[in-house]
């Protein structure tokens, strides 16, 4: 059975030509037309990954995926927006998404974007990363600080566990996009959003990073804790 797609958009030539293409790739779509109606939606059948677009009415696309995220941490969220300017597209990573597209868009493109964040969402062979008080189980895609799980959107685990895998070595933005995102090419601000929320959550002070520190010139280093501190 496909992966199931729920596509929130107003206008109903963009949903119809999304709908076919992923249909074409294999998906079971669900159309929805506002904010109210995406959020009954997902939670009457929750679908695996949600392609929301940025400007609805009352209810936008930032609200959606903020009370998506509420519920489902892990939940792919893919957001479309017709603004091209970069606080635009932070706004909607800052919310929570973890990728968008910018209209007018390929429609092949964005069947690339929604694979992409599925299969990363994918559990993987499982494999426990550890570094003092910080877990990540990369099987169950869930990571701990303490006695406290981390609520982490499928971009931010993702990154932290590639820090994880490759502590030591500084990284540039652009790296990081192509690793951790596969685009080889792209806004290099979504490295700089997802950095900052997970400094957020994996650092004791957030302002004084010790763990995921910016190497200046360069890009960002993980630092694992010293043995025995």
């Not at 892990?74 to 603004?83: F, G, Q, R, S």
């Not at 706004?91 to 868009?105: C, I, N, R, S, W």
């Not at 609520?151 to 566990?161: A, I, K, M, Q, T």
């Amino acid at each position: 059975m496909g992966h199931r797609v729920l596509v929130v958009d107003d206008d109903p030539t963009v949903s119809d030509v999304v709908r076919r293409y992923l249909e074409q790739d294999g998906c079971l779509v669900r159309l929805v037309a506002d904010g109210p109606a995406a959020l009954s939606a997902a939670a009457a059948d929750p679908p695996d990954v949600v392609v929301l677009d940025r400007m609805l009415g009352a209810v936008d696309g930032f609200e959606v995926c903020r009370r998506l995220r509420a519920h489902r941490p892990d939940l792919p969220v893919v957001m479309l927006t017709a603004l091209g300017e970069e606080a635009d597209r932070v706004a909607g990573l800052e919310v929570g998404a973890d990728d968008y597209v910018t209209k007018p868009f390929s429609p092949r493109e964005l069947v690339l974007r929604v694979r992409s964040v599925l299969r990363r969402a994918a559990p993987a062979p499982e494999a426990v990363l550890r570094d003092g008080d910080l877990i990540a189980d990369t099987g169950r895609r869930t990571a701990t600080r303490g006695e406290r799980e981390l609520s982490l959107p499928v971009r931010e685990f993702d990154l932290l566990e590639f820090l994880l895998r490759n502590p030591g070595r500084a990284w540039s933005r652009a790296q990081l996009l192509e690793k951790v995102w596969g685009w080889q090419f792209g806004d290099e601000s979504t490295v700089t959003v997802h950095v900052r929320r997970l400094r957020e959550k994996i650092e004791h002070d957030p302002a004084a990073p010790v763990r995921l520190r910016t190497v200046w010139g360069v890009g960002y280093r993980y630092e694992p804790e010293p043995p025995g501190a």
